[in-house]
């Protein structure tokens, strides 16, 4: 399992949160602060990827209501 799939989306956006408390403090060399920005990239595009898991399981979800639902 990678570790995209043991991710959490409320874990992710609290890391992303963090990382955002960090980067608006101002305190970081640009190199640092470049390191953050790139973490915060990774972590955007895994809480997408977790978004659009839960779409594609809700969408699942409501063809399968709707096919029970057309056999009556």
């Not at 990774?42 to 978004?51: K, Q, V």
């Amino acid at each position: 399992m990678t570790e995209e799939n043991t991710e959490r989306f409320e874990d992710v956006i609290g890391r992303l949160d963090a990382l955002v408390e960090t980067l608006e403090s101002g305190g970081l060399s640009l190199e640092d602060a470049l390191k953050v920005y790139e973490e915060g990239v990774g972590l955007a595009r895994t809480g997408n990827r977790l978004l659009e898991g839960a779409e594609q399981r809700i969408e699942e979800l409501q063809k399968k209501l709707s096919d029970d639902g057309d056999d009556e």
